[in-house]
């Protein structure tokens, strides 16, 4: 289900603040180039401490999801941003890519509608969520 259909407010992240952050701009660079679906960036700051956005992305299938994880982890560390964590690799239903200022959750279609993060971390705030399709 993308998240407009599941009622959550989705705009485009061309006038984001992408540009101002180098490490959210190259996850959702990464993302774009390895074609995941449904890319939607939710922006954390004054919500909580844990980074400054979460992305959300879905993939096709498990070995998609898996290699848009592993890539993800080597471009940031190539640009100097340290090396992620990443959890679920073994699986790849959802993987969590913890990219520090940026955590990146990369699921199957089906359990990323089954978990509806979008709706868990977006609700009440018209401006939360900003997506790309």
Do not use: C
Not at 1 to 16: C, E, I, L, Q
Not at 31 to 37: H, I, T
Not at 71 to 83: I, M, Q, S, Y
Not at 106 to 126: H, I, K, Q
């Amino acid at each position: 289900m993308s998240p407009a259909r599941a009622g959550v407010p989705v705009t485009d992240t061309s006038s984001s603040p992408a540009e101002t952050d180098p490490l959210h701009a190259l996850v959702l660079g990464s993302l774009d180039e390895d074609q995941a679906q449904d890319v939607v960036s939710i922006p954390l700051q004054g919500k909580s401490s844990i980074a400054d956005h979460m992305v959300i992305a879905t993939g096709r299938s498990t070995r998609q999801v898996a290699s848009m994880a592993v890539k993800l982890a080597e471009r940031v560390k190539k640009a100097g941003h340290g090396a992620p964590r990443i959890e679920g690799l073994p699986a790849a239903d959802w993987v969590l890519v913890d990219a520090g200022d940026v955590v990146v959750h990369l699921f199957r279609p089906e359990v990323r509608g089954f978990y509806n993060l979008e709706r868990m971390w977006g609700f009440g705030d018209e401006a939360a969520v900003a997506g790309q399709a």
